[in-house]
């Protein structure tokens, strides 16, 4: 079966980095875009980033410039670095694979990963 696991969140201070991973299996990643969404209490779940299988990528205009997504299909793993870190970016990351395919969408999430930014 598919499992998108997301590793690396952790509280860490304003201004801060953090690095998160997320490890795909039971599917064939390197035709899949991949994202990260996150979500925050009381709101909505919202894209962050995306990269499609071409290596194309996309940002939210509130992380451009400090976020960065990255794929590496010989380990199956998108990551997302995250960098001048501040409150506002504090929720529940998850990792999101998906593809169109015969007309039918497939999305595949992963379980998520907390982030907490706080001094």
């Known amino acids: 079966q598919v499992q998108l696991v997301e590793s690396g969140g952790g509280l860490v201070h304003p201004g801060g980095s953090l690095s998160l991973s997320c490890a795909a299996s039971?599917?064939?990643?390197?035709?899949?875009?991949m994202a990260w969404y996150r979500q925050a209490p009381g709101n909505q779940r919202e894209s962050v980033a995306v990269?499609?299988?071409?290596?194309?990528?996309n940002y939210a205009d509130s992380v451009k410039g400090r976020f960065t997504i990255s794929r590496d299909n010989a380990k199956n793993t998108v990551y997302l670095q995250m960098n001048s870190l501040n409150p506002e970016d504090t929720a529940v990351y998850y990792c999101k694979a998906g593809r169109i395919l015969g007309g039918y969408v497939y999305n595949y999430w992963g379980q998520g990963t907390q982030v907490t930014v706080s001094s």
């Open positions: 990269i499609t299988s071409g290596g194309s990528t």
């Open positions: 039971g599917i064939i990643f390197s035709i899949y875009d």
